[in-house]
């Protein structure tokens, strides 16, 4: 009996010691030293708390959200998801306009499906507005967000444009961080589905 109460009693030794080793070794592990320049950059990124992203149906749109969420990753930052519903200068901005606002709701679902594989808080807008970027500009504004991320659709650019007319709009006009996502030609097109 007095054997195996000293075996037990080692055994534990041995583990307590071997617990306390890896503790003092984690506590006293200096972190690499950064440059004051990365380190400044790195703390500008972590600030991001509220990041507005423009959807629509496209693929590009998709695309700027899984940017946008893991942008937001390692601080949970919030993701706000952003359907402009265009209204002609005919019809009063109050206008019912249900097939838009369905393909809207479509848009904003997708995006919240991929804020979920995430988990990230998200919450959809849907805006009437005269145009796109008014509408954009103006949740940025109004939820203080720190940075805009725009897919940019190649066919929504009119031939030797650079950019659309709504993100350059957004790029020259809004007070906050944008990003814009321009893939290189058939990126998107070439990643294999997943049937």
Known sequence: MALHVRLLGTIISVVFLVLLTLVFRWMFRVPRQLPY???KIR???NQLRTL????VAAMSSERAVELACRLAEPQQAQIILVHVLEVPLSLPLDAAMPVQRAA???SISVGVTICETHELPCEGVIVP???AWEGIL???RERHADLIVLGLDAKMRRPGEELSRNVAQVVRRASCEVLVDRPAA???EEVPSAT
Do not use: L
């Open 129 to 131: 507005a005269r145009s």
């Open 138 to 140: 103006r949740v940025a």
């Open 104 to 106: 809207g709701d479509a």
């Open 52 to 55: 507005v992203v423009p959807v």
């Open 186 to 188: 058939g990126t998107i």
């Open 43 to 45: 703390r500008t990124v």
């Open 37 to 39: 320049e990365v380190a």
